[in-house]
């Protein structure tokens, strides 16, 4: 009987776990790790980031496997829904595609007119002003389309916020484009890494409804360089100790 009873306790306390392990995941903090180098210099292949829930209220994309009934009708709104504003980072699931999930920053948000001019950013007629500072060093191997070494970085005066940009190339496809006008309830977004990023300049990506926003990022937790989370032996040599706990701005 004693048996009986700790094994109906033990597995009441795994459902509990799982229970908690799922509210928090779907209102407070879910983990993502970054994949790719569209978000350098700020975000690099092998961090690991909470993003916040709560940051712009909860959709159907809130929840594990993006819940929603066969006609997709529950959650079809946003609840307790808060604005996000430019600068944010956030991840999100664009409209063409539900399964796979995107980090960018928010450039521009519903009525703004946005046109990237020469690879500079021109918002209401307002030109977003940068600066040429010291180049960036990249270190990752596992980079595709660009091999590893020196990059051009700038600073962006970006409202009120100074954010660290990489630009490249000069004339890039999407260093020139048409103007883009942000509709009612959707957000322009880019990557930080201008030439590498696949974003709202792009028609597979576009706007981003404000439903698709998961979440903002706040925080690395962790962070491997050149290597993956399950290659355990190789963490002494692989942990970037300076950037744990450190905030995503």
């Keep these: ?17 799982i229970f908690v392990a799922i509210l928090i995941r779907s209102f407070l903090f879910e983990p993502f790790n970054i994949p790719s180098g569209s978000m350098k210099p700020n975000l690099l292949v092998g961090d690991f980031i909470f993003v916040s829930k ?38 999100f699931k664009t409209p063409e595609n539900n399964r796979t999930d995107y980090i960018k920053r928010i450039i521009g948000i519903p009525g703004d ?16 002003y940068k600066k ?12 595709i389309i660009i091999e590893k070494g020196r990059r051009r970085q700038y600073l962006e005066y970006f409202f009120d916020k100074e954010i660290k940009v990489l630009d490249l190339y000069d004339n890039t496809f999407a260093d ?9 309830n959707k957000y322009f977004v880019m990557g930080d890494n201008r030439d590498n990023s696949q974003d709202s300049r792009f ?3 576009g706007f981003i409804p404000s439903e698709n926003i998961i979440g903002k990022a706040q925080f690395i ?11 355990i032996w190789k963490w002494p040599t692989s942990i970037r100790y300076n950037r744990i706990f450190k905030k995503i701005q």
């Design 1 to 17: 009987m004693k048996i009986k009873n700790k094994l109906i306790n033990n597995i009441v306390s795994i459902f509990i776990a």
């Design 54 to 91: 709560y940051s712009y209220g909860y959709s159907r994309h809130s929840f594990p496997f993006s819940l929603a009934d066969a006609k997709g009708e529950i959650f079809k709104e946003k609840y307790f829904e808060k604005k996000p504003e430019r600068g944010d980072i956030i991840v």
């Design 113 to 128: 007119e946005i046109k990237i001019t020469n690879g500079s950013i021109i918002i209401n007629n307002n030109t977003i």
């Design 132 to 143: 040429k500072i010291e180049e960036f060093i990249d270190t990752d191997t596992g980079q």
């Design 176 to 184: 020139n484009t048409n103007e883009f006008r942000v509709p009612e």
């Design 203 to 205: 028609s597979n990506v």
């Design 221 to 231: 937790f962790f962070s491997l360089e050149n290597s993956r989370f399950l290659e």
